[in-house]
């Protein structure tokens, strides 16, 4: 939805592809920079990177059947049964998923894993901002949704009164023990720093900054809704 000059309109289609497409690719984009560098993913990337490591099978595989058992979940936290919803937080894991397998590959090749430490810390906390500020842009778009993500918009307006920040740090505790269970097996962490930490703490709150800041005329909400209300107040 767009707000502009006092009235909301809905977005053309032109417009929501293109944000849509924004907001993929700075996800992925970011994912796929924070898992090169080694220094810190987002928590449900660093288990994902850390089931693959385990068991030396592709991380995209990992990240496909974590986002498909998470949209099975958000069913049953928004307590609608969605199929729309449901199709649309499974397409998306598996589009994110190869992104996000093409985008490490890349950087990667580059060297990006190899560079001194004084590189990659910065490099790491510029890619977790990436993955927040694309967040925050599909979330308001709601076309569909990594389900992850869609989880945390199901949390934060359903369960946290609109708290990014609670929402988005209560789903991450489950990514976290997840990496910490494959710990106690491979005696290894891997995407699992610096950057885990950051984002743990800070993406919900680069998420509302993202939402001030970054197309401020993109809103959350729901136009009908809109209308409902102004119409009953009126």
């Not at 962490?189 to 998420?207: D, E, M, P, R, Y």
Request: with cysteine; net charge positive; proline share 3%.
């Amino acid at each position: 939805m767009y707000y502009r000059d006092g009235e909301y309109y809905e977005l053309k289609p032109s417009q929501t592809s293109f944000y849509f497409i924004v907001a993929l690719i700075l996800n992925a984009f970011g994912n796929g920079l924070s898992v090169a560098s080694n220094m810190g993913s987002a928590p449900w990337t660093a288990g994902a990177a850390n089931l693959a490591h385990l068991t030396g099978w592709p991380i995209s595989l990992f990240l496909m059947l974590i986002s498909t058992t998470v949209a099975v979940a958000n069913l049953f936290f928004a307590d609608d049964f969605d199929l729309r919803r449901l199709i649309g937080n499974v397409f998306f894991g598996v589009a994110f998923s190869f992104l996000v397998g093409f985008f490490t590959s890349f950087f990667t090749h580059l060297g990006v894993t190899t560079l001194p430490l004084a590189w990659r810390i910065p490099i790491d906390l510029f890619a977790v901002m990436n993955v927040g500020i694309g967040i925050s842009i599909y979330q308001r778009v709601n076309l569909i949704m990594h389900p992850i993500d869609d989880l945390t918009n199901i949390l934060r307006f359903k369960y946290f009164r609109g708290n990014a920040s609670k929402a988005q740090m209560s789903n991450f505790v489950v990514a976290i023990a997840i990496s910490l269970t494959c710990f106690l097996f491979s005696h290894q962490l891997v995407a699992l720093n610096i950057g885990t930490a950051f984002s743990f703490f800070f993406q919900g709150k680069i998420i509302a900054i993202a939402d001030r800041r970054v197309f401020p005329h993109l809103v959350h909400g729901d136009l009908n809704r809109i209308h409902r209300i102004r119409k009953t107040n009126a």
